[in-house]
T-cell receptor, first 115, second 114 residues
Framework: EAQVTQNPRYLITVTGKKLTVTCSQNMNHEYMSWYRQDPGLGLRQIYY???????DKGDVPEGYKVSRKEKRNFPLILESPSPNQTSLYFC??????????????FGPGTRLTVT | GDSVTQMEGPVTLSEEAFLTINCTYT??????LFWYVQYPGEGLQLLLK?????DKGSNKGFEATYRKETTSFHLEKGSVQVSDSAVYFC?????????????FGKGTHLIIQP
């Protein structure tokens, strides 16, 4: 089954404790991205990757890191989480870049709470 | 920069009612337009899209027409069902410069009552 998986689905952590949210896709997609969803703000892009070893900042990259060492995986790293990073996070993938109108496939989401 | 504006709701309708969710956009380039749907507890799924002016996207009884003159992409359905209850996001991708990704509206929560 074609899918995007994220782990964990739920995470409660404390300020400053480094964490990683994993994302994996099995569709051989070149393009992957991370979004955060906040009430009243919709979804905002954090980082994206056009291909292995190619990553770029989205609209709200501050406080986040990503890496793309393999085509299928695109982990999101919070080196020192803060309460304002409490949010619902979605990983997405598509065949190629978003501006070419390819369908984005979204994972089920990771709900992160930072206390 | 690019932006998408849509009613946030919640929008509450009875089953079999006609649905319209308005979406307008601003973009510096030549956007493609999308509607994504998010069912409770799930990620977003593409509902329909249109890539150029006057295109009509359609899927599962939903339709939207890309109107360049009014910069709009309103979502319509003739007869809604309880299973259509979800959050609907209008979005655009722009061939112009800047970060590559989708720009989303804030989402419209739709509730269909039996």
């Amino acid at each position: 089954e074609a899918q995007v998986t994220q782990n964990p689905r739920y995470l409660i952590t404390v300020t400053g404790k480094k964490l990683t949210v994993t994302c994996s896709q099995n569709m051989n997609h070149e393009y992957m991205s991370w979004y955060r969803q906040d009430p009243g703000l919709g979804l905002r892009q954090i980082y994206y990757s056009m291909n292995v070893e190619v990553t770029d900042k989205g609209d709200v990259p501050e406080g986040y890191k990503v890496s793309r060492k393999e085509k299928r995986n695109f982990p999101l790293i919070l080196e020192s989480p803060s309460p304002n990073q409490t949010s619902l996070y979605f990983c997405a993938s598509s065949l190629q870049q978003a501006r070419d109108s390819y369908e984005q496939y979204f994972g089920p989401g990771t709900r992160l709470t930072v206390t | 920069g690019d932006s998408v504006t849509q009613m946030e709701g919640p929008v509450t309708l009875s089953e079999e009612a006609f649905l319209t969710i308005n979406c307008t956009y601003t973009a510096t380039g030549y956007p493609s337009l999308f509607w994504y749907v998010q069912y409770p507890g799930e990620g977003l799924q593409l509902l329909l899209k249109a890539t150029k002016a006057d295109d009509k996207g359609s899927n599962k009884g939903f339709e939207a027409t890309y109107r360049k003159e009014t910069t709009s992409f309103h979502l319509e359905k003739g007869s809604v069902q309880v299973s259509d209850s979800a959050v609907y996001f209008c979005a655009l991708s722009d061939l112009g410069g800047g970060a590559d990704g989708l720009t989303f509206g804030k989402g419209t929560h739709l509730i269909i009552q039996p």
